[in-house]
């Protein structure tokens, strides 16, 4: 019922800043959490950070609070995160993800985007 696809992926340095975009498409996107997750090498599948379906509610893993940004465009059908002071424990495979209900701090959502690299070099 949503599909979902990244963009915003790349190289670099540390301190740096990058956006990453999540064009979604279907009807009633509006009424979905959406989430940002990434997987770096090793290592299993985290939650970032996630946002309710109306923006009124927003949720940060311990790790990026304060670096990074989730907000929604509902009117664009587009999530995005703005990840300032970039880390290279940031590098990892980033995912959107959405689910009909509340944000989970999990990996239990619905919905999967194919995935961006993000690389943060030292």
């Known amino acids: 019922q949503v599909q979902l696809v990244e963009s915003g992926g790349g190289l670099v340095q540390a301190g740096g800043s990058l956006r990453l975009s999540c064009a979604a498409s279907?009807?009633?996107?509006?009424?979905?959490?959406v989430a940002w997750l990434r997987q770096a090498p090793g290592k299993e599948r985290e939650f970032v950070t996630g946002i309710a379906w109306n923006g009124g509610s927003t949720y940060y893993a311990e790790s990026v609070k304060g670096r990074f940004t989730i907000s929604r465009d509902n009117a664009k059908n587009t999530v995005y995160l703005q990840m300032n002071g970039l880390k290279p424990e940031d590098t990892a495979v980033y995912y959107c993800?959405?689910?009909?209900?509340?944000?989970?701090?999990?990996?239990?959502?619905?919905?999967w985007g194919q995935g961006t690299q993000v690389t943060v070099s030292s």
């Open positions: 993800a959405a689910k009909f209900g509340v944000v989970v701090t999990t990996t239990d959502w619905d919905y």
């Open positions: 279907g009807r009633t996107f509006r009424s979905y959490a």
